[in-house]
């Protein structure tokens, strides 16, 4: 069985895209607007994309009646956005607050978020999450999709300062995953979540990078 999603339908009832490119890492991104009004929202097209200096991306599908998303704006027009980390205590504030509201009403209100300020910026913080990065605006690339919810604006940014709840960190100083659970997109309504993990190293890596300074020792090439 195969299909060209371009330009077919998917021979299957509901197609596999997203059910196969998974887990999906969630940016659940807060920002303030220009007015004032803060917003939060979780997006499943969040990445890292580089560590020196450390850079981010998301990208942000428009609505249909191609409005676009609120915290691209916000980002756009304030230069800043913080991401919190989405963990399975906090799956319902994130499920609640990506709500399609409108502009002038906070996610944070609406969900019951309690905030807490940002160090860089007037964009607030989930207060209950263990981990943040404020992140500064570098630049929006919009790409046209074949629908007005297709077209997307993919925004980067670089990370500016790093929060860590020291409880939610193991005793060498390693982001304890299992105990935070972070949680992740998959396809369909499905959701992951990530309670236990396991170690490989990639033979012949230098000490650096067997210890995760550097360059992160998880490719599977020496381009990966």
Same mark, same amino acid.
């Given at each position: 069985?195969?299909?060209?999603?371009?330009?077919?339908?998917?021979?299957?009832?509901?197609?596999?895209?997203?059910?196969?490119?998974?887990?999906?890492?969630?940016?659940?991104?807060?920002?303030?607007?220009?007015?004032?009004?803060?917003?939060?929202?979780?997006?499943?097209?969040?990445?890292?994309?580089?560590?020196?200096?450390?850079?981010?991306?998301?990208?942000?599908?428009?609505?249909?009646?191609?409005?676009?998303?609120?915290t691209v704006?916000?980002?756009?027009?304030?230069?800043?956005?913080?991401?919190?980390?989405?963990?399975?205590?906090?799956?319902?504030?994130?499920?609640?607050?990506?709500?399609?509201?409108?502009?002038?009403?906070?996610?944070?209100?609406?969900?019951?978020?309690?905030?807490?300020?940002?160090?860089?910026?007037?964009?607030?913080? &989930?207060?209950?999450?263990?981990?943040?990065?404020?992140?500064?605006?570098?630049?929006?690339?919009?790409?046209?999709?074949?629908?007005?919810?297709?077209?997307?604006?993919?925004?980067?940014?670089?990370?500016?300062?790093?929060?860590?709840?020291?409880?939610?960190?193991?005793?060498?100083?390693?982001?304890?995953?299992?105990? &935070?659970?972070?949680?992740?997109?998959?396809?369909?309504?499905?959701?992951?979540?990530?309670?236990?993990?396991?170690?490989?190293?990639?033979?012949?890596?230098?000490?650096?990078?067997?210890?995760?300074l550097g360059?992160?020792?998880m490719g599977?090439?020496?381009?990966?």
């Amino acid at each position: 069985m195969k299909f060209d999603p371009a330009r077919e339908k998917s021979p299957t009832p509901h197609s596999p895209f997203k059910g196969l490119t998974v887990p999906r890492p969630i940016g659940w991104l807060s920002s303030v607007s220009s007015e004032g009004v803060e917003n939060l929202a979780p997006y499943s097209q969040w990445q890292n994309l580089t560590f020196d200096p450390p850079m981010v991306m998301f990208a942000a599908n428009q609505y249909p009646d191609g409005r676009r998303k609120d915290t691209v704006i916000n980002a756009e027009e304030t230069g800043w956005f913080v991401w919190n980390m989405a963990t399975w205590a906090l799956r319902d504030a994130v499920n609640i607050s990506a709500m399609a509201l409108p502009p002038e009403v906070s996610e944070f209100d609406h969900a019951g978020v309690p905030r807490r300020a940002a160090d860089l910026s007037a964009a607030p913080m &989930v207060a209950e999450s263990p981990f943040h990065f404020e992140c500064k605006y570098l630049s929006t690339h919009r790409l046209k999709g074949n629908s007005t919810v297709g077209t997307i604006d993919v925004v980067y940014a670089t990370v500016e300062r790093i929060h860590m709840d020291e409880n939610s960190l193991t005793p060498d100083g390693r982001v304890d995953i299992a105990k &935070v659970r972070p949680i992740a997109r998959m396809g369909y309504f499905d959701y992951t979540v990530v309670d236990s993990t396991f170690e490989m190293r990639v033979p012949g890596a230098d000490s650096d990078a067997q210890a995760g300074l550097g360059g992160e020792p998880m490719g599977f090439s020496a381009e990966g």
